[in-house]
């Protein structure tokens, strides 16, 4: 019996995917407990209309952000922080800061997709990746000067 799954069912699939189970299983324990909803003819059709329409969206999402990332790609922020006498920062250079200098620079990038290889604790030029996922990377040079 085929259904389309209204939630994720453990080892079946995932919200939306249209599968293949028996009539027991789904009589029994998906219907009863609205984890899945018969596949008729009706409903196939409009999963197949919204299947679509996702992968439309998913297209263009996956555009603008490759349009975004290409235009942060090679671009240097400075910060300038107060430092001791060997050039170790007092504090650090977080992806927070960084995402809002990124902001000020008409970028909107949240902090989580900026990635550093290490803590920023010194006096330097540094690098930093913004990861979007989906192999959608760039590189941005992060720039600490003394106050």
């Known amino acids: ?61 996956h555009a603008e952000r490759k349009a975004v990332l290409d235009k942060i790609n090679g671009t240097t922020l400075k910060f300038k922080m107060a430092a001791g006498e060997t050039d170790k920062l007092f504090g650090t250079v977080t992806t927070t800061e960084i995402s809002k200098e990124l902001q000020k620079a008409g970028f909107s990038v949240d902090r989580r997709d900026i990635h550093l290889e290490e803590p920023i604790k010194v006096l330097g030029q540094h690098k930093a990746a913004v990861k979007y996922g989906e192999g959608l990377e760039a590189s941005i040079t992060i720039s600490v000067e003394r106050a």
């Open 1 to 61: 019996m085929k259904v389309i799954l209204t939630q994720d069912v453990k080892d079946i699939g995932k919200v939306g995917d249209l599968v293949n189970v028996s009539e027991g299983f789904a009589r029994n324990f998906l219907f009863p407990r609205k984890m899945a909803a018969e596949a008729t003819e009706k409903r196939v059709k409009e999963w197949t209309h919204l299947q679509s329409v996702a992968e439309a969206k998913k297209k263009k999402a």
